[in-house]
């Protein structure tokens, strides 16, 4: 599986480290709604198809990223610096091609 950096390009997912579901939302840290806390911290989606996902590039330049990942064919359609820096599909696969 090839993940592309936005910085460095495709890489081997081995460069990679997964860092959690991209779909949580941490609950203000002054919140005392222990439920809203167990959903943060146990509660995971397990979807058949489309799933956001953190990884950061740890053997690489060390970003995180927002990557959208089809959990049945690992295909990625999106990846994302966690804050900006939008790579779409289309032009991932323009430059898988170069
Ligand atoms: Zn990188």
């Not at 390009?9 to 709604?33: K, M």
């Not at 911290?41 to 397990?46: G, I, S």
């Amino acid at each position: 599986m090839l993940i592309t950096c936005p910085y460095c390009g495709p890489r081997d997912v081995i460069e990679f480290t997964y860092q959690g579901d991209g779909n949580r939302e941490r609950p203000d840290p002054a919140s005392q709604n222990f439920e809203a806390w167990n959903a943060y911290v146990y509660d995971r989606l397990n979807p058949a198809g489309d799933h956001n996902e953190i990884w950061q590039h740890s053997g690489g330049c060390r970003a995180h990223l927002r990557v959208v990942r089809n959990t049945l064919t690992h295909e990625i359609s999106s990846v994302a610096f966690m804050r900006g820096g939008h790579i779409s599909a289309a032009r991932r696969k323009a430059e898988d091609k170069s």
